[in-house]
């Protein structure tokens, strides 16, 4: 089987955009290859962090993962800081990657600009550990959300110029991974700005939906985002960004097709089209969340997880750091 690798920051909450565009797409996959999903805290640390959190955070993810249908048969699930090789093939990386490939990436420019002179160096090589996630594992695939294209072809940008440096064609030694972003749901908007992404980062809870936010505070997100006073429902119209939104959030949460969609929905008002979506999303994020809750009092299971994870991780991942090191010109470890 092809294998593939993703993962998700321990950076507080899950949003519906996180689980529609990559989580609920590895759940679809899983069967078809062998999967690797990692929690990645090193990540977490590249803007500024709260230590006293950061250990509930990684095991919340973690238990996300199984709560949304991450199974153990065909997936293996792990934290990234304890597989050491991710830190150490990022700096070897470090080395082989020009400054304005890095300093070109639209996620890094606009992060900087939020945290103007606090801004760490960890940010500006956020993509290079990405890197080295994906390519310890040789994956063929990563799915991501349309945001993490451009980290994607960077990724690829960095295996073949190292390929070509320090291996030969044929046998490299890096695999070239592809990225997988769904055509819908890869890119989940804000609930209060239908042209902004929905996003952790943003200072307003009401901008997003989260995996674990109760019903009523669901009701409360959808009755107040943002929309128009256009008449009737539809998609795809430019001028009206949240409507295309929400419109698309039904589709995918109530899993029917965006022609039953618009027959259904195209001449409703907002007052009426709401509590519906508030109701399906609810009914679509009851079951992950019951299943979260029995899975995160566990903490002996998870850390059971986590160590079988940790361990099927690690074997491959040092197989192709020697790899590395070796076509790098290291002197074996002894
Ligand atoms: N709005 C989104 N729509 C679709 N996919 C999304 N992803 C994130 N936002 C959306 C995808 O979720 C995965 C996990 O990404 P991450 O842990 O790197 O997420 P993040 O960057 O911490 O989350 P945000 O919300 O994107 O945070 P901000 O905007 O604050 O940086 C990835 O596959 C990502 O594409």
């Known amino acids: 089987k092809q294998r593939i690798l993703s993962g998700v920051q321990p950076t507080g909450n899950l949003h519906l955009g996180n689980y529609?565009?990559?989580?609920?797409n590895w759940v679809d996959l899983q069967q078809k290859y062998e999967n690797f999903f990692c929690v990645v805290d090193l990540h977490a640390i590249t803007i500024p962090h709260d230590p006293k959190t950061l250990i509930e955070d990684t095991y919340s993810i973690a238990a996300l993962y199984l709560a949304c249908g991450i199974n153990l048969k065909d997936s293996t699930i792990f934290v990234q800081s304890h597989v050491?090789?991710?830190?150490?093939?990022?700096?070897?990386?470090?080395?082989?990657?020009?400054?304005?490939?890095?300093?070109?990436?639209?996620?890094?420019?606009?992060?900087?600009?939020?945290?103007?002179?606090?801004?760490?160096?960890?940010?500006?090589?956020?993509?290079?550990?990405?890197?080295?996630?994906?390519?310890?594992?040789?994956?063929?695939?990563?799915?991501?959300?349309?945001?993490?294209?451009?980290?994607?072809?960077?990724t690829r940008d960095i295996a073949a110029r190292?390929?070509?440096?320090?291996?030969?064609?044929?046998?490299?030694?890096?695999?070239?991974?592809?990225?997988?972003?769904?055509?819908?749901?890869?890119?989940?908007?804000?609930?209060?700005?239908?042209?902004?992404k929905m996003s952790k980062s943003d200072s307003s809870d009401l901008s997003r939906i989260n995996l674990l936010d109760p019903p009523d505070l669901i009701h409360k997100k959808i009755k107040r985002c943002k929309t128009d006073s256009a008449k009737g429902l539809e998609f795809d119209n430019n001028d009206r960004?949240?409507?295309?939104?929400?419109?698309?959030?039904?589709?995918?949460?109530?899993?029917?097709?965006?022609?039953?969609?618009?027959?259904?929905?195209?001449?409703?008002?907002?007052?009426?089209?709401?509590?519906?979506?508030?109701?399906?999303?609810?009914?679509?994020?009851?079951?992950?969340?019951?299943?979260?809750?029995?899975?995160?009092?566990?903490?002996?299971?998870?850390?059971?997880?986590?160590?079988?994870?940790?361990?099927?991780?690690?074997?491959?991942?040092?197989?192709?750091l020697s790899k590395v090191k070796h076509s790098l010109g290291y002197l074996c470890s002894f």
């Not at 070509?164 to 695999?175: D, G, I, Q, R, Y």
């Not at 989940?188 to 239908?194: H, I, N, P």
Request: hydrophobic share 40%; proline share 5%.
């Open 241 to 320: 960004p949240e409507c295309n939104n929400l419109l698309n959030l039904y589709t995918l949460l109530s899993g029917k097709t965006k022609q039953d969609v618009l027959q259904e929905c195209r001449d409703m008002g907002w007052g009426q089209f709401k509590p519906l979506l508030a109701d399906t999303t609810i009914e679509a994020l009851t079951p992950i969340q019951e299943k979260y809750h029995s899975i995160i009092t566990d903490k002996y299971y998870l850390d059971s997880v986590l160590k079988e994870g940790k361990d099927k991780a690690e074997t491959i991942a040092n197989e192709t």
């Open 84 to 154: 050491s090789a991710h830190s150490e093939l990022v700096w070897l990386l470090n080395c082989i990657t020009p400054l304005n490939w890095l300093e070109r990436m639209i996620q890094f420019k606009e992060k900087a600009l939020k945290q103007g002179e606090n801004v760490s160096v960890g940010l500006l090589n956020y993509p290079i550990l990405m890197a080295a996630d994906i390519l310890l594992y040789n994956a063929s695939y990563v799915p991501v959300g349309e945001d993490q294209k451009q980290h994607l072809e960077l």
């Open 20 to 24: 529609l565009g990559a989580i609920s």
């Open 162 to 196: 190292f390929n070509s440096k320090f291996s030969t064609l044929e046998n490299p030694v890096f695999k070239i991974p592809e990225p997988l972003i769904r055509d819908s749901g890869a890119r989940v908007m804000s609930l209060s700005d239908g042209r902004s």
